[in-house]
């Protein structure tokens, strides 16, 4: 057991919406021999989906709107990917994933650039200290200048760049990419969606390079990594490692260009698993005790068995089937009988992990998002926040006779999450839900019929803020001090609902003993 979390790497995928997250995440598999051939995500058609994308919404819609856990073996090392929602709605559940990641992917479409939600999810990345390696994409489409590209990365997010790779062309002259590490040229030649790309190799100093691309072409590129190297910034890996430098990579993951290339440096540049904090106790992944934190719980993964799953990134020590742990929360021992690992909705029962994998845990209604396993006495890792939702609804139910499929799915999909669950005093067979996007409502409405056998529609409530209340007792006394509504949190916390940053600012001016919190840590035994 020594070192076995040395070959470990687990890695998320950020980027904008349809910057080609998907696309990429099937070519890494299909590099890596998970998968024999990548169905593009586009072909509608043929009503191909992404591998990732295995609940029925994202095959309609062809998003992803829940995070997924694809493991695989590429060169001796055991790959965890964790594949996040990749509409902006979802960024909450993004966030969640992120930190279980020891290093994230960044995509950019080559001709936008850095999109709203590219800055978003960096800044959660910023936050954490995550390292981040950056793949400009759709270099096969008509593209910004790549100088241009990696200036706008370091005024808009504010982190250094150094590529690793630079582009010969682009859109239909578009051929290929340079190793600056290795200093060769890497031709391409186009070929099927779906199969590896071929490559042909030539030095930048061959005399044959003009004959390969064309004496124009070859000039130019030339020229580049002249102005490259003379003026470009040196690497440093543990900057690096700290969030404040990125390697740039650029391809085409729809035309397999610059894959093979990204996925050989990438092995390289992932960190394997490293110290985690819980409290003032830091924990190592070579630690004898074992640990774990949930950071995702999934209901209904199997619909003919109606499950219920919950995620957990190992941090230290050894996972052996049937091991007893203390769950921190309950604050008792519990048995870790059945535990999978994944590739999307395949499972595969596993009987020992290491620091750096995913474990899927059955759940039969025990676990929350943010608590902390381990194996010898209570420990306790840094909490999993929850947003402010953005969006509020309450719930109404189109069949009274489907209100106790109704309450179990909306309790176990708020516990799972996909939403924040909220009660107002008086009215509790009224829940009212929060969500940080409002496609999170369609999703809502959407599994609570198709897994729980309940239809409802949202009644929309003008509400855009939600703080937690410390300092306040309970909803009366909200009340009594005017909030705006005063409701409870799915551990009864009290919380506030405001239209707007005016009301806000008035009852916070008003009431100067209370602290508004916009993020609530989630009850982790603390």
Not at 136 to 158: I, T
Request: a negative charge.
């Amino acid at each position: 057991m020594a070192n076995e979390y040395e070959s470990r790497r687990t890695f998320a995928i950020i980027s904008h919406p349809d910057a080609g997250k998907t696309t990429l995440t099937e070519k890494l598999l299909l590099y890596g021999g998970a998968i024999h051939a990548a169905g593009s995500v586009k072909s509608r058609k043929s009503k191909r989906s992404a591998v990732s994308d295995w609940m029925e919404l994202e095959k309609e819609r062809g998003i992803s709107v829940t995070s997924s856990v694809l493991q695989f073996k590429y060169d001796d090392i055991d790959w965890n990917l964790l594949d996040t929602p990749g509409h902006n709605d979802f960024s909450e559940d993004t966030y969640r994933t992120l930190t279980a990641a020891d290093c994230a992917i960044m995509i950019l479409d080559a001709a936008k650039g850095v999109e709203p939600q590219t800055r978003k999810l960096f800044h959660v990345c910023r936050m954490r200290g995550t390292p981040i390696v950056t793949f400009v994409n759709k270099l096969d489409r008509p593209a910004r200048d790549a100088f241009d590209l990696m200036s706008q990365v370091e005024e808009v997010l504010g982190i250094h760049t150094v590529p690793f790779t630079w582009p010969i062309g682009s859109g239909d002259l578009f051929q290929g990419v340079y190793d600056l590490r290795n200093r060769v040229v890497e031709r391409f030649q186009k070929g099927e969606v779906g199969k590896r790309a071929e490559v042909t190799l030539k030095g930048i100093d061959d005399p044959e390079l003009g004959k390969l691309l064309g004496d124009e072409p070859s000039a130019t590129l030339r020229g580049e990594i002249e102005l490259l190297e003379g003026a470009g910034e040196d690497w440093d890996e543990q900057a690096f490692l700290s969030g404040q430098l990125t390697p740039v990579f650029f391809g085409s993951a729809l035309n397999n260009f610059g894959i093979e290339t990204f996925l050989r440096d990438f092995k390289a540049l992932c960190p394997p698993p490293g110290p985690r904090l819980a409290g003032d106790v830091e924990v190592r992944p070579e630690d004898d005790r074992f640990s774990a934190f949930i950071f995702k719980v999934q209901a209904n993964m199997d619909p003919s068995h109606r499950d219920r799953v919950a995620f957990a990134r190992v941090c230290s020590g050894k996972f052996e089937g049937g091991m007893r742990v203390h769950h921190a929360r309950l604050g008792k021992q519990i048995r870790l009988n059945r535990a999978e690992q994944f590739f999307a909705q395949d499972r595969e029962t596993v009987m020992e992990a290491f620091a750096g994998d995913i474990l899927g845990l059955y759940d039969p209604g025990i676990f929350r998002i943010g608590d902390t396993l381990s194996s010898d006495g209570p420990l306790v890792f840094d909490a999993v926040p929850r947003f402010s939702p953005e969006h509020f609804g309450r719930i109404q139910l189109l069949d009274p006779l489907k209100r106790k499929q109704l309450q179990k799915g909306i309790q176990e999909l708020a516990e799972e999450g996909t939403v924040q669950l909220f009660t107002q005093p008086g009215r509790e067979k009224d829940p009212i839900c929060g969500v940080v996007g409002r496609l999170q409502f369609e999703v809502l409405t959407f599994r609570i019929q198709h897994e729980y056998g309940a239809k409802i529609v949202f009644d929309a409530l003008p509400y855009t803020y939600a703080r937690w209340v410390e300092g306040a007792a309970d909803c009366e006394e909200l009340d009594r001090r005017r909030v705006p509504l005063a409701v409870t949190d799915i551990d009864g916390r009290p919380v506030a609902l405001f239209r707007d940053q005016w009301e806000l600012d008035r009852i916070a001016r008003d009431n100067e003993g209370w602290t508004f919190h916009e993020t609530a840590p989630m009850l982790a035994g603390a």
